[in-house]
């Protein structure tokens, strides 16, 4: 544990100067985001990859172009609501940091929903892919989303069932429409889309993805995981004592940090792969911005840890 002549009034050996920069870092960031998120908003439709995926749409059989866009323009709407969801959870974060009385970890635990969320809308759009990938892929979701629905349904109330088998119903036409298949396994379920030689699982791997994405360090998304799981692992080396001897979870600015970087990997990831998507002139720039801002995180991480350092020292001596 990490003493401090500021010590973090939650008594979780975190200097409260550590938890305000990283709260700060997230709100510039949050804002950098939605405003060039904004700005793609106002794209042209034929601009960069999405150019391509139009061009190839309009180049389909006539049979296929009304799936294939009913296909894209989900996409859209389903990368909307994703964002707003990671955003919001990012303001949940900032507020965790700065609220009293509140504790560190559910931090971790909030960044893991960030990433998963980045991940699973940038594998639609991954530009060094073909056309033939990214339709198959957002088909899988799409599937993949109907799927999920039905199941949850049918273990919650059976007066919900009618309507989850009409959207999964709807999910089926659409994705046949578009001119794909569907392989189910030996019990008749659906497990991938397909068209023709290209083909994506109903059951996306994040973890597996997650390690393809530079952006995204497979050790960040392995510590949110293990925090939203409550896997022993891991919380069994934070637990520490209190003044009664009563256990209670304790953190380091680490763990603080690891979120944050987290967050800005995920941040990197969404910036580079929808700009390149949509062809945003300014996304170097902007990728470049956080790519600044992770640099400052992992430097004054560096001040922390010899802080922490110098501390124990003075204590053990």
Request: glycine content about 6%.
């Amino acid at each position: 544990m990490t003493t401090s002549s500021r010590p973090d009034p939650r008594r979780l050996g975190v200097p409260k100067e550590v938890v305000e920069q990283a709260a700060r870092d997230l709100r510039n960031a949050r804002g950098s985001l939605a405003a060039f998120v904004e700005e793609l908003s106002q794209a042209e439709a034929t601009a960069g990859v999405a150019g391509t995926d139009e061009a190839w749409i309009a180049a389909s059989h006539h049979r296929h172009r009304t799936g294939r866009r009913r296909l894209l323009s989900w996409s859209a709407f389903t990368a909307s609501l994703t964002i707003s969801h990671a955003l919001d959870h990012v303001v949940a974060i900032e507020r965790t940091l700065t609220g009293e009385p509140v504790s560190i970890w559910p931090t971790v635990s909030l960044s893991r929903v960030v990433q998963e969320g980045t991940i699973r809308i940038c594998h639609s759009r991954q530009a060094q892919v073909s056309p033939e990938d990214r339709c198959v892929r957002r088909a899988a979701a799409i599937l993949a989303s109907a799927q999920a629905h039905l199941t949850a349904a049918r273990e919650f109330d059976a007066r919900v069932v009618p309507e989850a088998e009409k959207a999964w119903q709807r999910a089926e036409r659409t994705v046949t429409g578009a001119g794909l298949t569907i392989d189910r396994d030996s019990k008749d379920r659906p497990v991938r889309a397909v068209l023709r030689t290209h083909k994506a699982p109903l059951a996306l791997n994040l973890t597996d993805v997650a390690k393809a994405r530079t952006t995204h360090i497979p050790s960040w998304y392995r510590l949110s995981s293990g925090a939203a799981h409550s896997s022993m692992w891991l919380i069994q080396q934070a637990v520490g004592f209190d003044d009664e001897g009563n256990p209670s979870l304790y953190a380091d600015s680490e763990t603080v940090s690891a979120a944050v970087l987290a967050v800005l990997g995920a941040f990197e990831d969404l910036t580079e792969t929808f700009g390149t998507y949509h062809g945003h002139a300014g996304t170097a720039q902007a990728v470049a911005t956080v790519q600044r801002r992770t640099k400052v995180v992992v430097e004054r991480q560096k001040h922390w840890r010899e802080r922490a350092t110098h501390d124990a020292e003075g204590l053990f001596s």
